[in-house]
């Protein structure tokens, strides 16, 4: 049986934003026993959704490091197997430790695209030239050649690749982003806000080619030396970025023998289908849906650290709404809830487009109710507008007012 008093002892594997938040409620909602969290990565957990305002110099690393609360950080000690019925964690280095409840927090890897030329001649590591953006190791890595960089490649224009190539941009590189999809961040974007931005984005130094997928990564003796793409065109370059979205980390779940399908299943109560180990963030999948944001792994660390504490032994996650967001460098957008009206005839639409700021709001009402909206380039108003949606109540007046009172003065 587990301890639940003061010898109560809880392992979170995992150095990201999940755990990091898990620790610091847990810690701070009085907890019995002692929080240790297992980092495989050689630092403090930090914020990845600032990775690409490192890259640009606008924060230092150390800035965006994130509170632990009086939690135990162990870091680079990478988890390698649990054992859910002895209760043990087994470490890269050897050691084995006892846990009496364990959290997994192991994140996710980002996904690599199957093109040609991604990898070394002998298989080992990236070729010389292409980065992902997923961790401070690789930040700094593309900093350092992104000085002497004449031209680069972002692969994949969603929210990841967007504040990449911006980021690069910021730094003087010419930059251009190979996107598959009719137009950029086009699960959170519709079709007119995908054009602001593409403008917004060329701009401050952004290329785009949309509608078009890369199908192989040139080399020459030393380093990268363009991106082929599927309709034959080359873009000559010596800098290349995957963005191409991420993949659970379940491995370690799946050796255990626990639940997993795309990521670790979860229930409610965020259990993983053993008793006392608990998933949480980018590696849980929660009734058929793995998020990979932020907002909602937090709100699961808030529920799991209200379960586990004994502050609220009964609560319950039951799924996140949150806002998809993008602010790097001047360029900010949001939007939440239906943002297609295509897929339902009974929805309306509002839309405000300011081309001189290049700005563009649009609201999706059913009835007198705000069920979507998105901003971009200007996002006074945007608590507002969640406050309604989050509501569901009906709007008071014309909803045009949601739209106007949230324009610039």
Not at 251 to 263: D, E, I, K, S
Request: with cysteine.
């Amino acid at each position: 049986m587990a301890d639940t008093g003061a010898d109560r002892r809880i392992a979170v594997v995992g150095g990201g934003m999940a755990a990091a938040r898990f620790a610091e409620r847990y810690t701070a909602l009085g907890g019995p026993g002692t929080v240790t969290v297992y980092a495989a990565e050689a630092r403090t957990p930090y914020s990845r959704v600032l990775l690409a305002e490192v890259l640009a110099g606008r924060y230092d690393p150390e800035a965006i490091a994130l509170p632990l609360g009086t939690a135990r950080l162990r870091t680079g000690c990478e988890a390698v197997a649990v054992d859910p019925a002895a209760r043990t964690l087994a470490l890269a280095d050897g050691a084995v430790e006892p846990w009496d409840d364990l959290v997994l927090a192991t994140g996710a890897n980002p996904v690599l695209p199957p093109i040609g030329g991604l990898r070394r001649p002998d298989g080992r590591g990236l070729a010389e030239g292409v980065h992902t953006l997923r961790s401070l190791d690789d930040c700094a890595r593309l900093a350092e050649q992104a000085v002497t960089a004449r031209r680069a490649v972002v692969i994949g224009g969603g929210v990841l690749g967007v504040s990449a190539a911006r980021a690069l941009a910021a730094l003087g590189v010419r930059t251009e982003i190979v996107h598959q999809a009719p137009h950029l961040i086009e699960r959170q974007l519709d079709a007119e806000a995908g054009a602001v931005l593409r403008e917004r984005l060329s701009a401050l130094g952004v290329g785009t080619y949309c509608r078009n997928r890369a199908r192989a990564v040139a080399t020459g003796p030393d380093r990268v030396t363009g991106v082929r793409l599927a309709n034959g065109h080359l873009l000559d370059c010596d800098l290349v970025v995957l963005a191409c979205g991420t993949r659970p980390r379940t491995a370690l779940a799946h050796a255990a023998g626990l639940p997993v399908a795309t990521g670790v299943l979860v229930d409610d109560r965020l259990a993983a289908g053993a008793p006392h180990v608990s998933a949480i963030g980018d590696c849980a999948e929660h009734r058929g849906t793995v998020h990979g944001l932020a907002v909602p792994a937090w709100d699961q660390a808030d529920v799991l650290a209200l379960r586990l504490s004994g502050a609220d032994p009964g609560a319950r996650y039951t799924g996140s709404r949150p806002p998809s967001r993008l602010s790097v460098g001047g360029l900010e957008y949001a939007a939440f809830g239906a943002v297609d009206e295509t897929l339902d005839e009974g929805l309306d639409v509002l839309r405000l487009t300011d081309a001189t700021r290049g700005s563009y709001k649009k609201l999706v009402l059913r009835g007198d109710r705000l069920v979507g909206a998105i901003l971009l380039g200007d996002l006074a108003g945007l608590d507002a507008l969640t406050d309604a949606w989050e509501r569901d109540d009906p709007l008071t007046g014309h909803p045009l007012h949601l739209l106007t009172a949230a324009a610039p003065s």
